[in-house]
Every structure is written in C-alpha cells, then in structure tokens.
Nanobody, 121 residues
Framework: QVQLVESGGGLVQAGGSLRLSCAAS????????MGWYRQTPGKQRELVATLTGRGSTNYADSVKGRFTISRDNAKNTVYLQMNSLKPEDTAVYYC???????????????WGQGTQVTVSS
C-alpha cells in the first residue's frame, strides 16, 4: 500500500502565505511525478501544480508567479509554497503521486486525503 499524507493547510488572510507538504510512503519503487490539485464544492478537481522526476513543472495560470512546487526526492515529499494568497484560492488541496510499486507494474495514481486551505478577505 501507498500512503500520501498532507499537512500545512489552514486559515490565512489574503496576501498571506502557506506551505503545504505531502509525504509518500509505503511500497514505492519509483515516483514519476508528484503534484497538487484543489477542489471547491460543486466543482471538479483542478490542477494546481505538478513536478516530474526530471524537474519539469506545470502550473495553473491562476497560480503562476505566486505558487512554487518543489520536491525532496530522498524523502518522497512534495511541497507547495503558496504566496500572495487570494480568497479564490480557498479549497481542499489534494496531493497526487504517479508512481510504480514494483518495477514491472504500470504507473498508477495515488491521492492524499486532502487539506483545507481557507483565505479570508
């Protein structure tokens, strides 16, 4: 089994900062990519940022220049530094990992339980 455990969510005023962390553990052979998604009630889950093992990043247009994704490969941990937060960033943030549990098994998606981020105006 693979577990993704998120931390760092909370309540912050507009213009403030938060740092999310997500640690992957369990039966992991290799991680292809890790990332963050978010979801608000009644809406689909949307991509926030992803980071591949080769260091390629992808950000949603709405967070470019404000959020930074990084990764500690040795710890199988991904971070999301969120600056200049806006009320519209309020959502449940989910960690995602695309990984293999064994060399010959296909890549599979794994998700964390989600962490609430609330930005007050």
């Amino acid at each position: 089994q693979v577990q993704l455990v998120e931390s760092g969510g909370g309540l912050v005023q507009a213009g403030g900062s938060l740092r999310l962390s997500c640690a992957a553990s369990g039966s992991i052979f290799s991680i292809n990519a890790m990332g963050w998604y978010r979801q608000t009630p009644g809406k689909q889950r949307e991509l926030v940022a992803t980071l591949t093992g080769r260091g390629s990043t992808n950000y949603a247009d709405s967070v470019k220049g404000r959020f930074t994704i990084s990764r500690d490969n040795a710890k199988n941990t991904v971070y999301l530094q969120m600056n200049s937060l806006k009320p519209e960033d309020t959502a449940v943030y989910y960690c995602n990992a695309l990984l293999k549990t064994e060399p010959l098994r296909p890549l599979n998606d794994y998700w964390g339980q989600g962490t609430q981020v609330t930005v007050s105006s």
